[in-house]
């Protein structure tokens, strides 16, 4: 992986809208999510992004009802079974943001073991948040921290900056997902569906983002000073 890193975190979002507008079980959407997860790692590195963290399952998604939420567990078990190899050749690093502790043991394992078998991988850091709170992973490194509380050594503990946040289906707020990551990021929301998602919505994102002028908090570097 090159130094350059373009991190682009997605909140991957409706899945049930989708299949609820085609008479279909929730889950279907869930199901078509899963189809476009993988295109959206196939299309992330030749758009420059070097790492992608996609929100999964959310802490709060525990409340959902227990079918909808063990068929999410083990859409993600089948995920990683089909897709570690398909990772592994594509030079796709898999690794897993969120608490394990309260995952089934074999999803927890999977993840283990998808984890170590893409640790070579150096085209694209997949991050995938599962069991995640920010605010809760904000206060486990603060916990950490403690000995050594420095802006540096507490964004290290938390993860890399994000440059671009995502979030499909017209919603337009972060749902406790990457808070201190984001600090500077440019958000882009589409009205698209999570399942319909695809290798063109992602370039149109991306584009977006080149075209915004990312100031952080200081002037255009075009502003005339005389007149400033
Ligand atoms: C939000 O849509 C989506 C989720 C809570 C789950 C995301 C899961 C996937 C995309 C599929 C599996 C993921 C991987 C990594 C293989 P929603 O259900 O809240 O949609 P709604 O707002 O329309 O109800």
Known sequence: MSDFRFHVAIIMDGN?????????????????GANAVRRTIEAAPGLGISVLTLY?????????????????????????????DRCIANGVRLQAIGRRDRLPAPLAGMLGEAERRTA????????????YSSRHAILDAARKASDNFTEDRF?????PDVDLLIRTSGEQRLSDFLLWECAYAEMVFTPRLWPDFNSDDLAQAVAEFQRRERRFGAISATTDLRTA
Do not use: C
């Open 120 to 131: 070579d991988g150096r085209r694209l850091l997949l991050r995938l948040a599962i069991d």
């Open 16 to 32: 049930g809208r989708w299949a609820t507008r085609r008479g279909l079980p929730r889950v279907a959407g869930h199901k078509a």
């Open 155 to 159: 964004s290290s503990l938390i993860g």
């Open 56 to 84: 999964a399952f959310s802490e709060d998604n525990w409340s959902r009802p227990p079918r909808e939420v063990s068929a999410l567990m083990k859409l993600l078990g089948r995920y990683l079974v089909q897709e570690t």
